[in-house]
């Protein structure tokens, strides 16, 4: 999380997916898979608002971590979270982001 205040205060809104896919996966890892989608969701949406590729690595990533949640939820659990991942603004998936769990 550190590193996203770090990408904030320096204003690189590019890195922003990818740093909330990393945090996507961190929560996907400590059991939190509603937070995950919605972060993956977030980063989607951020990405295509600034017109930003995802690199390999972090496609690789964010494709493992896709399929294992939807091994873990129902479709309609999935949607859900991921459209209200969308839905967020750059300052509300920041702020999502930086929560403590």
Known sequence: ME?????????????????LEGLAATALAQGHIERSIRLSGAAEVLREAIGSSIS????????????????????????????????MSLAQAIEFALETV
């Not at 493992?64 to 979270?81: H, M, N, P």
């Open 3 to 19: 590193g996203l205040r770090f990408i904030l205060i320096l204003g690189t809104r590019v890195s922003v997916p990818e740093g």
């Open 56 to 87: 390999p690595a972090v496609q690789s990533i964010r494709a493992d971590c896709l399929a294992r949640v939807c091994r873990q939820v129902d479709e309609s659990t999935f949607t859900q979270d991921w459209e209200s991942g969308r839905a």
